[in-house]
């Protein structure tokens, strides 16, 4: 699924930033760039689906309806948003595209790991199953928010 998503991201962050910045801006359109970038999200997340489809089917089975939800993620949205509004060139909306979807794999990768551990747990009765997820969740959060250094200041 993380594969699927840094695929998509990067696709759409690429795909977006041409049909803006080659077709949308000189012909004044940059109006519509939010229902056109919907559109690329769109056919690039059926591109995926056909091509997970043609290469593995049993992986296509695995991830079922997740597949084709990757269309409404905000992640795919918000990034070529914010590349549009960064004004960020070609090769930085790529490698943008590619870390936020690295980024999203390792999430995804530890929440798998955490939910395995807390399946085991010996967590008290009223706090097993979604409870201690979001406890371990918001602990994940805050250790993440750490990457983002100390500044002293209230965010």
Not at 4 to 10: E, K, S
Not at 26 to 37: E, H, N, T
């Given at each position: 699924m993380g594969g699927?998503?840094?695929?998509?991201?990067?696709l759409t962050a690429g795909c977006c930033y041409g049909v803006n910045n080659l077709i949308l801006d000189?012909?004044?359109?940059?109006?519509?760039?939010?229902?056109?970038?919907i559109v690329i999200i769109a056919i690039a997340v059926q591109l995926v689906e056909i091509l997970i489809k043609k290469i593995s089917y049993d992986l296509y089975n695995a991830l079922g309806i997740y597949l084709p939800l990757i269309t409404t993620n905000c992640i795919v949205l918000g990034l070529v948003l914010l590349n549009v509004s960064l004004h960020h060139s070609f090769i930085n909306s790529i490698v943008y595209a590619l870390g936020a979807g690295s980024g999203f794999t390792l999430v995804l990768t530890l929440f798998a790991a955490i939910r395995e551990r807390l399946q085991i747990a010996d967590v008290p009765l009223p706090f097993k199953g979604t409870p201690v997820a979001l406890i371990a969740a918001g602990l994940m959060s805050l250790a993440f928010m750490g990457f983002a250094g100390f500044t002293g200041s209230a965010v």
């Open positions: 699927a998503t840094t695929f998509v991201l990067t000189p012909l004044g359109l940059s109006s519509l760039d939010l229902i056109v970038d």
